[in-house]
Nanobody, 127 residues
Framework: QVQLVESGGGLVQAGGSLRLSCAASGRTFSMYAMGWFRQAPGKERDFVATIRWSGGITFYADSVKGRFTISRDNAKNTVYLQMNSLKPEDTAVYYC????????????????????WGQGIQVTVSS
């Protein structure tokens, strides 16, 4: 079992930045690839970014590429999502998720690939 807790969300103006954190506990954090997803009101949950267990390889959705950066610190059992140049359309509940490291690949991820999820955290970008 892996428990995930997100933090760092809130309200920001368009063009601003936020950094989300996801703290993991339970089984060895480095055994898992990590991902971020988001769900806007009335929409399905969408893939945002994923990072390999070692942290060296990442993949992003086209909608956030160049603006968001996913990273991880295995010593702190934490994954981050640095969000810059935020837009109103980035408004959503953001979720971190974990899946076995062996299943990581460089491409758009799907939520049914992930075994563990955080409770989600709200990010609101005002225009």
């Amino acid at each position: 079992q892996v428990q995930l807790v997100e933090s760092g969300g809130g309200l920001v103006q368009a063009g601003g930045s936020l950094r989300l954190s996801c703290a993991a506990s339970g089984r060895t954090f480095s055994m898992y690839a990590m991902g971020w997803f988001r769900q806007a009101p009335g929409k399905e949950r969408d893939f945002v970014a994923t990072i390999r267990w070692s942290g060296g390889i990442t993949f992003y959705a086209d909608s956030v590429k160049g603006r968001f950066t996913i990273s991880r610190d295995n010593a702190k059992n934490t994954v981050y999502l640095q969000m810059n140049s935020l837009k109103p359309e980035d408004t959503a509940v953001y979720y971190c998720a974990a899946k076995p490291s062996r299943s990581w690949y460089s491409g758009p991820n799907y939520e049914d690939e992930y075994d563990y999820w955080g409770q989600g955290i709200q990010v609101t970008v005002s225009s």
